[in-house]
């Protein structure tokens, strides 16, 4: 997978790091692409890749570059609120295997006192 400042290069090479959004735009400098700021490169990394998988697909499966991007500071919250595709792709509730053993009724089975269950339930 690209590094952050590969994607960046490729990108500009590639003529569309006009057409960036504003938001991508504040993560890195103009002059010099290996100057992603620390605080953004887990997303510039997940858009290295998204631009390397891009790479291998047909011209008319691109998206367009102009796509909605917005910030998110997650790691300042206590929680995450997850869609149910994310819940049934991590397999929280039950395995894709039909299993019931998911990994939100493990960690729920596996709480020693109730005050606990009801902290997971939370």
Not at 33 to 50: I, K, N, R, T, Y
Request: net charge negative; with cysteine.
């Amino acid at each position: 997978m690209w590094d952050d400042t590969k994607a960046v290069r490729e990108l500009r090479a590639s003529g569309c790091s006009t057409q960036w959004p504003d938001e991508l735009k504040t993560w890195m400098d103009d002059v010099d692409p290996s100057s992603v700021q620390a605080s953004e490169w887990v997303a510039m990394s997940a858009l290295s890749g998204l631009s390397q998988y891009q790479t291998y697909m047909p011209p008319d499966a691109l998206s367009s570059p102009s796509a909605s991007f917005q910030g998110a500071s997650i790691l300042s919250q206590q929680y995450v609120v997850l869609d149910g595709h994310t819940i049934h792709n991590l397999e929280l509730l039950q395995n894709n295997d039909n299993g019931h053993g998911g990994l939100g009724q493990c960690w729920h089975n596996s709480t020693v006192t109730n005050f606990g269950k009801r902290l997971f339930e939370e």
